[in-house]
């Protein structure tokens, strides 16, 4: 017979067992939610180990683990063994393809130009306070001077040029294109008279484009900006007219796929045209106008590097470009290392864009 001192002992002890439930489910409730985030910035591998951190069992969470870490892990240390076991049997001109041993010492060594490069311009800086504080002492205040240390581009120069031209030429497409889609997704009119310019112009290479460009640019832009030189305006323009197409095709199909319902509630509550647009389309075409973002922001870096390297234009094209003419011994490897520098930025830039689907959209997966 169950005493009333054991009874209550079973039922603290029944108590603090769902306590312990219920924290052990708001924890995995927390870890699911900040999951979806982990997902976006690609660290999605991390869910496994909160888990079992948590008290989950490890037997499964190690399998997720596999398949999120381990393999992706497998996967690039097959290739970079590949890449050094392959690379010296291959002769160029220019000597054996680099492996990935001297590809990290030609990163490490443009990082260590970047620091002596800004350890100089620091130092001309300095000598020119110097010199001017000796002026004014002097009283001397007209032969004062302000100049700017025009050092040789550094690789790190080089990167914010192209990121800079691409932002710009993005932006510059995304204006261009979102009204016209969506003014195409709303009316038949409008779909039939853009849409055979979409079908010509979509598929030409930036090759075509950029002498256009090159020399309209060149004919117009007379009071030149110190933000937008020419060559970023050239290269930012190619870009716009390249990349626009995947933005405008899928805003246009996005506002077409608004549910028909939703325009009648519209019409029936008679709201003007900009608040059914704003109200309605929108809403409903957020997730296909951010897939054309992404898109258009994919194809507007490729062609980025390609008219920098056609066009000589300041950036990450123009320094492959100038590697390979270089011909020295350490240009190939210099130029792999633009090239994985380009596909990391490349992947970057569309998860800065994956981010953004989620945190406007309710339909993006995480």
């Known amino acids: 017979m169950?005493?009333?001192?054991?009874?209550?002992?079973?039922?603290?002890?029944?108590?603090?067992?769902?306590i312990r439930e219920a924290k052990k489910e708001a924890r995995f409730a927390a870890i699911n939610k900040a999951g979806g985030y982990l997902n976006i910035l690609g660290l999605g591998w991390?869910?496994?180990?909160?888990?079992?951190?948590?008290?989950?069992?490890?037997?499964?969470?190690?399998?997720?683990?596999?398949?999120?870490?381990?393999?992706?892990?497998?996967?690039?240390?097959?290739?970079?063994?590949?890449?050094a076991a392959l690379a010296p049997q291959v002769q160029t001109s220019l000597g054996a393809i680099p492996g990935p041993a001297q590809v990290w010492e030609e990163a490490v060594g443009l990082h260590e130009s970047y620091l002596a490069q800004k350890e100089r311009a620091a130092a001309f800086y300095e000598r020119q306070e110097e010199r001017n504080a000796e002026l004014i002492a002097a009283g001397r205040?007209?032969?004062?001077?302000?100049?700017?240390?025009?050092?040789?581009?550094?690789?790190?120069?080089?990167?914010?040029?192209?990121?800079?031209?691409?932002?710009?030429?993005?932006?510059?497409?995304?204006?261009?294109?979102?009204?016209?889609?969506?003014?195409?997704?709303?009316?038949?009119?409008v779909n039939g008279a853009i849409n055979p310019l979409i079908q010509i112009f979509k598929p030409?290479?930036?090759?075509?484009?950029?002498?256009?460009?090159?020399?309209?640019?060149?004919?117009?832009?007379?009071?030149?900006?110190?933000?937008f030189p020419k060559s970023l305006v050239i290269s930012a323009i190619t870009v716009t007219l390249c990349s626009l197409w995947p933005t405008l095709i899928n805003?246009?199909?996005?506002?077409?796929?608004?549910?028909?319902?939703?325009?009648?509630?519209?019409?029936?509550?008679?709201?003007?045209?900009?608040?059914?647009?704003?109200?309605?389309?929108l809403p409903s075409a957020l997730p296909l106008i951010f897939t054309g973002l992404r898109l258009s922001l994919g194809?507007?870096?490729?062609?980025?590097?390609?008219a920098e390297m056609l066009s000589q234009n300041p950036g990450l094209g123009k320094f492959v470009w100038d590697e390979f003419q270089n011909g020295?011994?350490?240009?190939?490897?210099?130029?792999?290392?633009?090239?994985?520098?380009?596909?990391?930025?490349?992947?970057?830039?569309?998860?800065?864009?994956?981010?953004?689907?989620?945190?406007?959209?309710?339909?993006?997966q995480r």
């Open 46 to 83: 991390l869910v496994p180990l909160l888990k079992i951190a948590a008290g989950d069992s490890p037997k499964y969470q190690m399998r997720e683990l596999w398949q999120l870490l381990i393999v992706p892990l497998i996967g690039i240390g097959l290739f970079i063994t590949a890449w």
């Open 251 to 281: 805003t246009a199909l996005g506002v077409a796929s608004v549910d028909k319902d939703l325009m009648n509630v519209g019409r029936v509550l008679q709201l003007p045209t900009w608040k059914t647009v704003t109200k309605v389309v």
């Open 299 to 306: 194809v507007g870096w490729m062609v980025l590097i390609a």
């Open 141 to 189: 205040e007209d032969r004062v001077r302000e100049r700017q240390y025009t050092g040789q581009a550094t690789y790190y120069d080089q990167i914010f040029t192209s990121l800079w031209t691409v932002a710009v030429g993005f932006i510059l497409a995304t204006v261009i294109a979102v009204p016209l889609g969506i003014a195409s997704g709303l009316s038949r009119t």
């Open 328 to 364: 020295s011994s350490s240009s190939l490897a210099k130029i792999i290392v633009a090239v994985l520098t380009i596909g990391i930025i490349g992947f970057l830039l569309d998860r800065v864009m994956f981010a953004l689907q989620a945190a406007f959209t309710f339909s993006s």
């Open 204 to 227: 030409v290479s930036p090759l075509a484009w950029l002498p256009i460009v090159t020399m309209v640019v060149s004919a117009t832009y007379v009071n030149v900006v110190e933000p």
């Open 2 to 18: 169950t005493t009333a001192s054991e009874f209550d002992a079973a039922t603290d002890d029944a108590a603090a067992q769902q």
